[in-house]
C-alpha cells in the first residue's frame, strides 16, 4: 500500500498550527458544512479509543526511543533521538499507588546530546528538573515549569503531557471537535510497517484550511500486535498548490518495551545512572 510522503527540500514559513484554535469564537461564514452521519472518524475514533483503554488499564510503565521533529514558531527544528522512561499514573482502592513520571536522556543532536529531563507528578512544585548536556554548560542543572516559556521554546507540547497515551488522549479530543463538521477525509491502510513491525495507518484528511481544522493530513499509525501508536505525522496546508504540505510535528516510538516494572528511585533526580547536579 503506496502511502505520500512529502519532498522537505523547500521549506515554506507556515503558520504555527496550536490546540488554542479549537476553543476560539467562529464566524459562521468560516465553519465547514455540517457533518455526514454517519462521520468518517468513527472507525478511526474507536481505533484511538481502543488504544486509550489499553495504555489506561494494561500498562503502567515502558521504555521507548522516540525520534522527533517539531516545527516551533515557523522553523522546523532539526530531528531530535530520546531515550525515554514512562511511568503511567495508577490509582488502587481509589488512592494513588503510582504518580504519572517521565524520564528523558537526548541522544542527539549533537548540541542536545546527553541532555536529561525528569519530571514527576505532584513533586518539585510541579517543576521537571532539567540538565542542558550538549556540548556547553552540560552540567548546567536548572528547575523549569514544564509549561514555562523557558521549556516550550524546545517544545511544542510541556514534558508533562509527553507520552503515547497523552497523546492518544490529544488525538481523541480534536477528534472530538472535528467530528462537529464535515471536510473530513479519512483513510485506513491495513498493511503498513513502521521499524519493520505489522501496523494500520489512519489517514485524516481536512481538505480546506479552515479555522477550526488543525491540519492538512494526520496519520497516526497503531501496532497490530499492541493497539499502541508507534509513529504520528502532521501537516500543514501547502501555502500553493505546486507546494508540498509542510510538516508541523513528527513523532516515532520506537523499540517499545511494555510493563517494565521500572523503581520509583529511577524516577529521583539523585538516581546512580542520571548526571542531575544535587541541590
Not at 463538521?181 to 495507518?201: A, Q, S
Not at 491540519?215 to 504520528?232: A, G, K, Q, S
Amino acid at each position: 500500500m503506496c502511502i505520500p510522503r512529502w519532498s522537505r527540500a523547500a521549506e515554506p514559513q507556515a503558520q504555527v498550527t496550536t490546540a488554542n484554535r479549537i476553543g476560539l469564537p467562529r464566524s459562521q461564514q468560516e465553519l465547514p458544512p455540517p457533518p455526514p452521519v454517519p462521520h468518517p472518524l468513527v472507525p478511526a475514533m474507536q481505533l484511538a479509543g481502543e488504544s486509550y483503554v489499553f495504555l489506561r488499564d494494561q500498562v503502567s510503565d515502558y521504555s521507548c526511543g522516540i525520534v522527533k521533529q517539531e516545527r516551533i514558531d515557523g522553523r522546523l527544528k532539526p530531528m531530535e533521538f530520546i531515550s525515554a522512561k514512562v511511568r503511567h499514573q495508577r490509582v488502587v482502592n481509589g488512592r494513588q499507588a503510582q504518580r504519572a513520571s517521565i524520564y528523558l536522556r537526548f541522544l542527539g543532536p549533537e548540541d542536545m546530546a546527553d541532555r536529561e529531563v525528569l519530571w514527576v507528578e505532584g513533586t518539585n512544585g510541579g517543576k521537571m528538573v532539567v540538565r542542558r548536556g550538549g556540548t556547553r554548560f552540560q552540567y548546567l542543572t536548572l528547575e523549569l515549569d514544564p509549561a514555562g516559556d523557558a521549556a516550550l521554546q524546545y517544545s511544542r507540547y510541556p514534558t508533562s503531557e509527553s507520552g503515547m497515551i497523552n497523546m492518544v488522549r490529544k488525538l481523541i479530543d480534536v477528534g472530538t471537535a472535528d467530528m462537529q463538521y464535515g471536510e473530513c477525509e479519512v483513510e485506513i491502510f491495513e498493511d503498513v510497517k513502521v521499524d519493520n513491525r505489522p501496523c494500520k495507518c489512519v489517514q485524516v484528511v481536512h481538505p480546506r484550511r479552515r479555522s477550526v481544522f488543525l491540519f492538512n493530513v494526520v496519520r497516526i499509525f497503531i501496532d497490530n500486535e499492541f493497539p499502541v501508536p508507534v509513529r504520528y505525522e502532521a501537516y500543514d496546508w501547502p501555502v500553493s498548490d505546486s507546494e508540498p504540505p509542510p510538516l508541523i510535528e513528527e513523532y516515532t516510538f520506537r523499540n517499545i518495551r511494555l510493563n517494565v516494572g521500572f523503581s520509583d528511585s529511577e524516577f529521583q533526580r539523585n538516581y546512580s545512572e542520571y548526571k542531575f547536579r544535587p541541590r
